[in-house]
């Protein structure tokens, strides 16, 4: 049968800000992936670090399906039983205790970035507003996100933007202690920066973060979108290094594929936050609150977890292996299943050929960068899986070295 629509007709509909790879998806059961001509994929991209509990969940359906049929959206006008119930999941899993909910990881980031703001100005006056966030770092595309976000790109062309934010060098702790200031209201950093690179931060550097805020009265940001809900083996990444962030923001795994974000944060700064200071219509509605606490449910087990770290191990065994084979890769790095395949100086910038050659075997990845592959897939796929789709990997490598 003839598929109604092609790879062609989205550049005739769609907006170009995207260039999808050719092949269109078209269904998903666990880590394997099926596209319009009925070829197989075994997924290692994860929907970016978002499927975490892989396609077609059937506990994730059952809860859509009860959830669907019951209440769908209300508005912030009225609260419901599964917004109050995640909240108090999250509250009880993590630092928290106040939970604010949006539809995504940018508007998470956007109500945290608001919320120091408003917290510093009624605190201590407007002058403190400087928000510190790293080079290289992500927080999405709003404009005040990619504003905050340290990529440079992702700004030009859409000037004036907001100001009161300084950019340092990720794991820089003399050009942190340099920056901030009793002018400073937030310091933000992503424990791993994801989009950058797969670079994980120092706990040295976290530890300084959190010491140069709490001297200068300012809050302590991490950004745990791509790198919480179980991604590093542990529910939130903050949990490795016990230092602990005065606001957090979550997406991306929290809903496994269905659209929900949320920022985290202390009662005390919560307050900051008062009837009519920031809202949304869908954030915080029935059906993403039923999903995302099915969810953690089924993500925040000991064994799940602790297969996560298994999982990692046997990447990096088998990545090492291959790369003996085909030695493209200058380094491997990550916690848990994200993890970051760095490409050696002579194939700088061919990071997204591979990926091309990687999807014609029969494998979905990432990048991350020019010069990084990118793996975050489901947390728990099958170690078979994750064989079969390093076999695949290993097959584009040795192309890759005989065709670029
Ligand atoms: C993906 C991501 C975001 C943005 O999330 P969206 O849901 O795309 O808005 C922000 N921060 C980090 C660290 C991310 O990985």
Redesign the pocket.
């Known amino acids: 049968m003839e598929a109604p629509v092609d790879r062609q007709t989205f550049e005739q509909v769609m907006v170009p800000n995207y260039s999808p790879l050719p092949m269109i998806p078209v269904s998903g059961r666990g880590s394997r992936v099926w596209d319009q001509h009925g070829k197989n994929y075994i997924d290692f991209a994860g929907g970016?670090a978002v499927t975490a509990l892989g396609h077609s969940h059937p506990d994730l359906i059952r809860t859509l399906q009860q959830q669907s049929e019951q209440l769908w959206h209300l508005s912030n006008v009225w609260t419901n039983e599964p917004a109050i119930l995640l909240a108090q999941t999250l509250c009880k899993k993590t630092f928290a205790e106040r939970v604010y909910f949006a539809n995504?990881?940018?508007e998470a980031?956007e109500a945290a970035f608001k919320l120091a703001r408003k917290y510093a100005h009624d605190h201590f006056g407007s002058e403190k507003n400087e928000i510190i966030s790293c080079i290289n770092s992500?927080?999405?595309?709003t404009l005040f996100t990619v504003s905050v976000g340290g990529q440079d790109k992702y700004c030009q062309g859409f000037e004036p933007i907001p100001g009161g934010i300084t950019h340092i060098p990720f794991n820089d702790i003399p050009a942190l202690r340099a920056a901030v200031s009793n002018n400073s209201c937030a310091v933000v950093i992503?424990p791993i920066q994801?989009?950058g690179g797969i670079i994980p931060a120092e706990r040295a550097f976290l530890q300084s973060a959190r010491e140069l805020c709490d001297q200068h009265n300012a809050l302590l940001i991490y950004?745990e979108?791509?790198t919480g809900v179980g991604r590093t083996g542990k529910l939130y990444a903050y949990e490795h290094t016990q230092i602990t962030p005065d606001i957090l923001t979550t997406?991306?795994a929290l809903g496994c594929g269905f659209p929900i974000?949320a920022m985290l944060c202390r009662k005390e700064v919560a307050a900051a936050f008062t009837v009519g200071s920031h809202g949304s219509t869908y954030g915080g509605n029935p059906l993403g609150c039923a999903i995302a606490n099915r969810v953690l449910t089924l993500i925040d087990e000991p064994e799940l977890l602790a297969g996560v770290t298994q999982k990692h191990l046997l990447f990096i065994h088998e990545l090492g292996l291959l790369n003996q084979k085909y030695p493209l890769f200058r380094e491997f790095r990550g916690q848990g299943l994200l993890i970051g395949c760095e490409l050696q100086p002579d194939y700088q910038g061919k990071a997204r050929q591979l990926l091309q050659i990687a999807q014609e075997e029969g494998l979905m990845a990432l990048i991350a960068g020019p010069n990084v592959i990118r793996f975050t897939p489901s947390l728990i796929i099958p170690d078979q899986e994750i064989l079969e789709g390093l076999a695949r990997f290993g097959q584009a490598m040795e192309r890759f070295l005989l065709e670029c």
């Open positions: 970016i995504s990881g940018a980031n992500f927080h999405g595309r992503e994801g989009e950004d979108i791509q997406a991306k974000g």
